[in-house]
């Protein structure tokens, strides 16, 4: 099972593998990664303009790390925008957008009448 306590040697034989195509890979990545790092971003309460940066950094920086292991060191030349669009990936802020939706969707359906 692949968790993130998984070494780097792990990871990167995980999405470096080219026996998977990049679609599963990119699928992974977003049930092993992307999931655990948005538990509860939905309650977070507003954030600053400099947390916002930092969550914005941090998901680019995990974004740049799959893409590397996808792409090798083709991927130092490309902008953020670049890197989202082959990845199939959306910005940072809208996924925390999405998750405060459905958060508020859920206690929308479990509101009173």
Not at 28 to 35: G, K, P, S
Not at 44 to 54: F, H, I, R
Request: glycine fraction near 4%; include cysteine; hydrophobic fraction near 40%.
């Amino acid at each position: 099972m692949v968790c993130w306590r998984c070494s780097h040697q792990d990871r990167h034989a995980l999405y470096s593998n080219p026996t998977l195509d990049i679609k599963h890979r990119i699928s992974l990545f977003q049930t092993l990664v992307m999931t655990g790092l948005m538990f509860d971003v939905a309650i977070w309460p507003e954030l600053s303009n400099q947390e916002k940066k930092l969550f914005e950094d941090g998901v680019h920086g995990l974004y740049n790390s799959l893409s590397l292991a996808i792409w090798n060191e083709e991927v130092y030349s490309w902008r953020q925008d670049r890197m989202r669009a082959r990845l199939g990936l959306p910005h940072p802020t809208v996924l925390a957008s999405v998750a405060r939706l459905r958060h508020l969707h859920h206690l929308c359906l479990q509101a009173d009448d």
